[in-house]
């Protein structure tokens, strides 16, 4: 039953440090973070990756898909 709360803690920390290292790195931090705290070993695959030179990510919402808003 232990194993559960370990592997909580490793997720958490997957996750929190991807947010960071993303941040650092100029990628999608969100989505690294998320990705890291449900697979952690993901993690290494931020590390290899190298620096993202060009401009930060852009963030999209729902409604930036072009199409007009209907409700």
């Not at 993901?42 to 401009?55: E, Q, R």
Request: net charge positive; glycine share 4%; charged share 15%.
């Amino acid at each position: 039953m232990a194993y559960i709360v370990y592997w909580f803690a490793l997720s958490f920390s997957a996750g929190l440090l991807a947010y960071f290292l993303a941040r650092a790195k100029n990628r999608d931090y969100s989505s690294w973070a998320a990705w890291c705290f449900l697979v952690p070993p993901l993690i290494l695959a931020l590390i290899l990756t190298p620096k993202n030179a060009g401009p930060a990510p852009q963030r999209r919402r729902l409604s930036d898909d072009g199409d007009p808003e209907t409700f």
